[in-house]
């Protein structure tokens, strides 16, 4: 007998993530890894965070190292309340509940609604951390498939059936990974939806401030404002990540009041709060005004490299490869039309020194195995094009292997 | 039908704190509050966490503020690693886990290791958010009444009979809120008791460094190596919020090398990680050396405070309330010979401008209704004498009111 036979049946069904296994290659010499879900840090704007840090320590230091509200410090609730207004979508302060990036946001609208064995909805492909925590949870994942519009909304009456899922969660802009954005109509067509079967839906954005191409669509919580008896069935969760930077685990959920309730007693008990510190920090470079000007740059970079990875793709692979001209985010999600299985050319690309995520990691089930994730933004435009050229080698390597099916 | 009706079982079962309720009051003008669990802020160490700040922008900017390691942060590791070694308990870096204060380490303990139903042993009493999380887990809690020498673990096999429990939770130094420190004979008959019924013993440990007087006791870590079998059924947890500042969320556990395993695949779902930025503040704050002669300063200032208030209420309680000369820590536990009611006594004290936690407060079951729990680290010396008289005025109101019991 050992600790491991005492273990919860939560911890029991948890596995660790493919790519954190993946990205121990990316530190090989010459590795040219697409394979990552992480921000420019070259890009990250340090003189600015260095002024709000000396700033924060040097005029109320005291409340910065202290203990804070569960709720979040309040000046950060105030600054991404204007962001939220920057956003299109004005909401109160008191509506916010700041989280340990939006991963704890996840986590902690998982433990609010579900019980092991309530059935939930997400997209295929999705964010593979959501499909954790809801496994971690013991909820029941139904799947619905994606395409350049983002979930199939149309087809959840299908899907569900006689069940009532606990909530539907989706990535409104530029998913990952699949970079699609949901549209217009489908996002109403969502929100009727919920109403109409009292659902909650949960959407995840932590990539809308990164368009860089394409007009910018209305969030859901937006959109439910104008939909009688929506607002209590829509939830919305963000994060400083992509923006600001990673390292300062800066999240957001805006929930119905109630929700949010439960949320913040919840989150007492999982960690107090989060870090007063880099709360203050942000709350500080927000009300700078300096992030405006950051995310102008952070655009036009990954614009730039965006193009140049669709371009060496399209060169390499024409029509081979089928993706979306990427308009922000950070990830070019492509599908080879032969069925190629990207798994196997994982190995083959490791060996010629670039790494990607195969597709079928996004999956809940019924994996697509011949769709991969390349992440754009971490290599400069030459190191994406090398990459590229290395990919198709293995590519040829793999084709010449296995034949071609019959189309 | 609205969203509430919604929650999980979890949420259902989930109450706020009292003590959470009770600190609106601590911002009354006037209102001298020993309510509190926070360090005294004014003590923070300023100006080195300023320099960390910088160095760490200055020289690893890029590491600080991208995506971690779920475990931790290799540097903060490696320090506190030297933290456990000072503490007379040489630690590997790698048997680490740094988690977003140690609060989040109770809960991600918590989550690895309990089921619904199961029954884990506290102290009576014991750390409020300790029992909030335990019941979040659904929990079924026994408990164990304590003394001054801490939680009387020689009444374990009555207490647990047939059952089997999934783990005791005991903070073995000038526990919050009894203040007292768990004998080196219960410390030892503890770890048999475990090994024996291969239960695992957790130790909470946020305050072994404010000691202030007396003589250390080695961790249940330490001792676990000497006898055969222990270290197994052994888990540590800690915090730099006490000694080096709560804003920045930094605890960590340690944990025999499977259940670790089992844990950080439930951070990764919980937050990814905690902030890589207070992280490398944190690891350069240590490694700078700076700690030592804070805690010094600490120590110093937290010994003055306990001894006026101790003074103080010897004063103007005599041999009325019962209560250990604090060694460390934060906090003193009396309690009233008569049996009054420290709920009503609150009332009242308030009224006179001094709060602090009612007793009952602290307990999972069995209430003790006439003991308080009152902090002397975040108030001067002539706040806490200035205090005793407002809360002996309102004992006299109480008892006035109230006839006492015949001895």
């Not at 400083?240 to 685990?249: F, I």
């Given at each position: 007998m050992n600790t491991t036979q005492r273990i919860s049946r939560a911890a029991g069904r948890t596995r660790a993530s493919d790519i954190r296994d993946l990205l121990q290659y990316a530190h090989l010499p010459g590795m040219i890894s697409m394979a990552g879900g992480l921000p420019a840090p070259e890009l990250f704007d340090r003189d600015g965070i260095q002024t709000s840090t000396e700033r924060v320590l040097r005029e109320h230091h005291m409340i910065a190292l202290q203990y804070g509200m569960t709720e979040g410090q309040p000046k950060l609730r105030q600054q991404l309340a204007s962001l939220m207004a920057q956003r299109g979508c004005p909401t109160d302060a008191q509506d916010i509940l700041v989280t340990t990036g939006s991963q704890q946001a996840l986590d902690l609208i998982a433990r609010t609604l579900i019980d092991e064995g309530d059935s939930v909805v997400l997209e295929r492909p999705t964010y593979l951390a959501a499909i954790q925590v809801l496994q971690l949870a013991g909820a029941r994942i139904l799947t619905l498939p994606g395409d350049k519009q983002g979930a199939k909304v149309e087809l959840l009456p299908e899907l569900v059936g006689a069940q009532r899922p606990k909530l539907v969660y989706v990535v409104s802009n530029f998913a990952n990974p699949s970079g699609a954005c949901l549209s217009l109509q489908r996002r109403k067509q969502l929100l009727q939806w919920a109403v109409a079967n009292q659902v909650l839906v949960i959407e995840d954005d932590p990539y809308g401030d990164l368009r860089f191409a394409g007009e910018p669509l209305p969030s859901l919580l937006e959109l439910a404002r104008e939909i009688a008896g929506a607002e209590q069935w829509c939830g919305y969760v963000s994060s400083?990540?992509?923006?600001?930077?990673?390292?300062?685990?800066i999240g957001w959920t805006v929930l119905p009041p109630t929700l949010l309730e439960s949320a913040v007693k919840i989150k007492q008990s999982m960690d107090l709060h989060t870090s007063s510190f880099t709360q203050e920090v942000a709350a500080d470079y927000l009300a700078s005004g300096l992030l405006a000007r950051h995310l102008t740059k952070i655009r036009t970079a990954y614009r730039s490299r965006g193009e140049a990875l669709a371009e060496a793709l399209l060169q390499s692979f024409g029509n081979e490869l089928e993706f979306n001209q990427p308009e922000g985010g950070m990830f070019l999600w492509g599908r080879f039309q032969s069925g190629m299985d990207t798994r196997k050319l994982l190995d083959l690309a490791r060996k010629q020194g670039v790494i990607f995520v195969p597709g079928d990691t996004f999956h809940a089930d019924s994996p697509d195995r011949s769709s991969l994730r390349l992440s754009f933004v971490t290599c400069s435009e030459e190191q994406l094009r090398e990459g590229v050229k290395r990919l198709a080698i293995a590519y040829q390597q793999l084709a010449g292997a296995v034949p071609r099916p019959i189309h």
């Open positions: 400083l990540s992509k923006t600001v930077a990673p390292g300062l685990r």
